[in-house]
């Protein structure tokens, strides 16, 4: 009786405007939405489908909303969620009346850790792409992980052979200060639990996750576990951190770490486009020609690719710092900028045609010949550079008849002679014995005349 008397009061305190709303700060128009909740939808998804950072803004969302279990919440519940592209950090504020202040107790607000009861932090996970020239023993030995460790969680078999731009996740002991990152939650298996529910009690993709979790239990069954067995669950996080200072924009082999994090400026919510330092190479980051490094969510961003001489692009590999998933990049080098800060990482790989390559006389040849290039002598030519050849030594009385360049030995005289070597074989030599030099070794074939 006396708890109904104190809802009705509260109910009527409420509808008088008496009480303003209860542990929560006050946020601007376009701060906040209201979403309704509609059979299939969990937390998470919504977020993804309305561009949210659910990772850095989980904590506001179960406090601002009361979630004791992401698993219970009912088809056509209301949540206040934060507007696509905002971070919001949750305080608890006083309630008023019209005659003073009355202190609030929010207990989740002094005790919510985000983990549920019992459940403790056992790691973290902290993401790395692999660059050119990196192995796995060095990346390992940097972060002082156990390399039997990082293997078994990304599901490697041959360490020798891990591949440029492939995103490791990598254990730490110490949370990192900024960024997004994973914790490795320890749960305490409890009678009714099942992955799929512990999953979804944090809010977390069972299909997106379950390889991962597999890894880091070593074990390939999730539909098998026992009461009191305990379970590791990966779980993303976002440490907060000041918003960095002006940064000029870095590129190639200059790059360096931009803080991970949001920063608010008049033109609206920008998100940091994190490079990481290139080998044999270098980039920028654009928005419509413009040299950034950052940008509005949705926004499509273009990277400038600039390969050192010989070598060539190998891969662009940008990552959503918020959930460590690939983002898309095209054909033309550009990406779509999501509601969440990105990493940005591009390889460069040898470039077997701008290599030089060697001149050499065939096996069918009749005289030597010598490649001249700006007046030296060469063995090797780059790709693109003119080349003069001079035939050497020939006899008194013979003359050239037939020069012949091609990309394969020719070692039979009368094919030359007679032009029966395939046409798409053949470099076009000019009338001064001059031609262009191909992205492959060439082999020439003198045939002599008498004169």
């Known amino acids: 009786m006396k708890r109904r008397m104190m809802?009705?009061?509260?109910?009527?305190?409420?509808?008088?405007?008496l009480f303003t709303a209860m542990g929560a700060t006050a946020y601007a128009d376009g701060d906040t939405i209201t979403y309704t909740l509609v059979s299939g939808d969990t937390v998470a998804s919504v977020c993804a489908k309305l561009g949210i950072n659910f990772a850095a803004n989980k904590d506001w969302i179960v406090k601002t909303n009361n979630i004791s279990d992401f698993t219970k919440l009912a088809v056509g519940r209301k949540l206040t969620l934060p507007a696509a592209g905002k971070t919001l950090t949750?305080?608890?504020?006083?309630?008023?009346?019209?005659?003073?202040?009355?202190?609030?107790?929010?207990?989740?607000?002094?005790?919510?850790?985000?983990?549920?009861?019992?459940?403790?932090?056992s790691y973290y996970l902290v993401s790395y792409v692999v660059r050119s020239g990196d192995t796995l023993f060095n990346i390992c030995r940097s972060y002082n992980a156990n390399m039997d460790t990082v293997q078994a969680i990304n599901g490697i078999g041959n360490a020798a052979?891990?591949?440029?731009?492939?995103?490791?996740?990598?254990?730490?002991?110490?949370?990192?200060?900024?960024?997004?990152?994973?914790?490795?939650?320890?749960?305490?298996?409890?009678?009714?639990?099942?992955?799929?529910?512990?999953?979804?009690?944090?809010?977390?993709?069972?299909?997106?996750?379950?390889?991962?979790?597999?890894?880091?239990?070593?074990?390939?069954?999730?539909?098998?576990?026992?009461v009191g067995q305990t379970i590791l669950i990966p779980v993303p996080a976002t440490?907060?951190?000041?918003?960095?200072?002006a940064t000029t924009p870095t590129t190639g082999t200059t790059a360096t770490s931009i803080a991970n994090t949001n920063t608010t400026t008049t033109a609206g919510q920008y998100y940091t486009l994190n490079p990481t330092g290139a080998v044999n190479g270098t980039y920028s980051l654009t928005v419509n020609g413009q040299s950034v490094n950052s940008a509005n969510a949705g926004t499509s961003v273009h990277v400038v690719v600039t390969p050192d001489h010989g070598y060539k692009l190998n891969s662009?590999?940008?990552?959503?710092?918020?959930?460590?998933?690939?983002?898309?990049?095209?054909?033309?080098?550009n990406f779509t900028m999501p509601s969440a800060n990105v990493?940005?990482?591009?390889?460069?790989?040898?470039?077997?045609?701008?290599?030089?390559?060697?001149i050499y006389n065939s096996s069918a040849t009749q005289k030597n010949?010598?490649?001249?290039?700006?007046?030296?002598?060469?063995?090797?030519?780059e790709p693109g550079k003119k080349v003069n050849l001079v035939v050497s030594e020939i006899p008194a009385g013979y003359a050239v008849d037939k020069l012949v360049v091609s990309t394969v030995n020719t070692n039979n005289i009368d094919q030359v002679k007679n032009n029966q070597i395939d046409s798409s074989l053949l470099v076009p030599v000019a009338a001064d014995y001059s031609f262009t030099m191909p992205g492959a070794n060439v082999y020439v074939t003198v045939v002599l005349k008498t004169a």
């Open 7 to 17: 809802s009705l009061l509260l109910s009527l305190c409420l509808a008088a405007g």
């Open 161 to 226: 052979r891990i591949a440029v731009g492939k995103i490791l996740l990598i254990p730490s002991s110490t949370a990192p200060t900024s960024g997004s990152f994973t914790k490795v939650v320890a749960h305490k298996v409890v009678s009714g639990d099942t992955v799929l529910n512990i999953c979804n009690k944090y809010g977390i993709s069972y299909d997106s996750n379950a390889a991962t979790i597999k890894q880091l239990n070593n074990k390939d069954n999730l539909n098998v576990i026992k």
């Open 239 to 245: 440490a907060a951190v000041a918003a960095p200072a």
């Open 369 to 381: 010949v010598i490649a001249v290039v700006n007046g030296v002598n060469q063995t090797s030519v």
């Open 316 to 333: 662009i590999v940008v990552t959503n710092a918020a959930n460590n998933q690939v983002v898309s990049v095209d054909g033309n080098n």
């Open 343 to 358: 990493r940005v990482s591009v390889t460069f790989a040898v470039d077997a045609a701008a290599q030089p390559h060697y």
């Open 90 to 121: 949750y305080t608890a504020a006083p309630t008023t009346t019209a005659t003073g202040t009355v202190a609030v107790t929010t207990a989740a607000a002094a005790t919510n850790t985000g983990l549920l009861t019992g459940d403790t932090v």
